[in-house]
T-cell receptor, first 114, second 112 residues
């Protein structure tokens, strides 16, 4: 099983450009999450989707939008990229959508905004 | 602000030694989880301890939880060079919020 797959793995954007980060999981999980990880910091939650058809803001949602396309896919969109959004972005999923379940992570998208 | 904070921020030990990492948190929790992150990779779940548990083992890992002190520790025994990674604690809250809150991590270097 592939688990959680993120594309692309690397991307360089110019300020003001837009882009969508893709995430897909093949574990039939209900809940999916987007985090960002900055140097020396832990993961900060951007958005999450507890189940298909629902999305909720996390700790740092400003400048981002998400779409839960179906049960497998959860995308993150930067409408107008800013240098402060330079980060490593991780997608995760979990089965029952509760905080007492382990999360499964992809290997991340490394995004640089110039 | 981060719910969980790990201590120390960095730790360097020799192969065969034990490594202890600590995590403190601020509010009541439902469970606490530990994750490992190898360089350039995503996080991998190691162990979950529920708020009504005090200690849990998994192979060379031992996790303790003290809810009165709002703290947890992760002990890796007989460390190996392959244990070199960053380790994060994550807390699940009592409020029903479905997401975890991660600490800033401990970078462990195991010297061969």
């Amino acid at each position: 099983n592939a688990g959680v797959t993120q594309t692309p793995k690397f991307q360089v954007l110019k300020t003001g450009q837009s882009m969508t980060l893709q995430c897909a999981q093949d574990m039939n999980h209900n809940s999916m999450y987007w985090y960002r990880q900055d140097p020396g910091m832990g993961l900060r939650l951007i958005y999450y989707s507890a189940s298909e058809g629902t999305t909720d803001k996390g700790e740092v949602p400003n400048g981002y939008n998400v779409s839960r396309l179906n049960k497998r896919e959860f995308s993150l969109r930067l409408e107008s990229a800013a240098p402060s959004q330079t980060s490593v972005y991780f997608c995760a999923s979990t089965g029952l959508g509760r905080s007492n379940q382990p999360q499964h992570f992809g290997d991340g998208t490394r995004l640089s905004i110039l | 602000s981060q719910q969980g904070e790990e201590d120390p921020q960095a730790l360097s030990i020799q192969e065969g030694e034990n490594a202890t990492m600590n995590c403190s948190y601020k509010t009541s929790i439902n469970n606490l989880q530990w994750y490992r992150q190898n360089s350039g990779r995503g996080l991998v779940h190691l162990i979950l301890i529920r708020s009504n548990e005090r200690e849990k083992h998994s192979g060379r890992l031992r996790v303790t939880l003290d809810t009165s002190k709002k703290s947890s520790s992760l002990l890796i025994t007989a460390s190996r060079a392959a244990d070199t990674a960053s380790y994060f604690c994550a807390t699940g809250l009592d409020t029903g919020r479905r997401a975890l809150t991660f600490g800033s991590g401990t970078r462990l270097q195991v010297q061969p």
